[in-house]
């Protein structure tokens, strides 16, 4: 698709549907509401629908990512949470005090804490860059194609048929 073709007002839209998913420091959900309104508002024009679907599917990747990773964090803090002593904890009526010792478990539970908050911290950095990178195409009228996204949401076979 070449941007000569493509009007101003459609890398516009698609532009604001990158950007739109940012709602979502202001709204729940406001990452999928708003990208999937304004692309509906423009679907019949190939380029705002080719980056509408792809913004869309991005976004409920990273939900999926993210519900992965804090399934296999609370997992593992389950695990390894059980096999903890009381006697590192110190319970009185206002706070938990945690002391950490010699204990080997409580050196693992921590380890799996950090890690678990780099990979949100990863994604999150990731997330940013994508949307941005994805938003400056859009602008610029080149398509765009998020990396480790899942096709959830796929090109319909129909779309680019002529109507009858």
Same mark, same amino acid.
């Given at each position: 698709?070449?941007?000569?073709?493509?009007?101003?007002?459609?890398?516009?839209?698609?532009?604001?549907?990158?950007?739109?998913?940012?709602?979502?420091?202001?709204?729940?959900?406001?990452?999928?509401?708003?990208?999937?309104?304004?692309?509906?508002?423009?679907?019949?024009?190939?380029? =705002?629908?080719?980056? @509408?679907?792809?913004?869309?599917?991005?976004?409920?990747?990273?939900? #999926? !990512?993210?519900? $992965?990773? /804090?399934?296999?964090?609370?997992?593992?803090?389950?695990?390894?949470?059980?096999?903890?002593?009381?006697?590192?904890?110190?319970?009185?009526?206002?706070?938990?005090?945690?002391?950490?010792?010699?204990?080997?478990?409580?050196?693992?539970?921590?380890? =799996?804490?950090?890690? @678990?908050?780099?990979?949100?911290?990863?994604?999150?950095?990731?997330? #940013? !860059?994508?949307? $941005?990178? /994805?938003?400056?195409?859009?602008?610029?009228?080149?398509?765009?194609?998020?990396?480790?996204?899942?096709?959830?949401?796929?090109?319909?076979?129909?779309?680019?048929?002529?109507?009858?």
């Amino acid at each position: 698709m070449e941007s000569s073709a493509i009007k101003k007002q459609d890398q516009t839209l698609a532009t604001i549907i990158h950007l739109s998913v940012f709602s979502k420091l202001f709204i729940p959900f406001g990452n999928f509401i708003f990208p999937v309104i304004i692309w509906l508002v423009g679907k019949e024009k190939e380029f =705002i629908n080719h980056h @509408g679907r792809n913004a869309v599917n991005f976004q409920l990747s990273l939900l #999926l !990512y993210y519900i $992965i990773i /804090a399934c296999f964090l609370i997992a593992t803090i389950i695990i390894l949470g059980a096999r903890i002593p009381n006697e590192f904890f110190e319970y009185d009526q206002y706070s938990i005090k945690i002391y950490p010792g010699e204990d080997r478990n409580f050196l693992q539970f921590l380890v =799996i804490l950090v890690t @678990g908050a780099l990979f949100f911290l990863g994604l999150i950095v990731f997330e #940013l !860059y994508a949307v $941005i990178s /994805a938003a400056k195409n859009a602008s610029e009228g080149k398509e765009f194609k998020f990396p480790l996204c899942i096709s959830f949401i796929k090109k319909d076979s129909t779309e680019n048929e002529p109507i009858q």
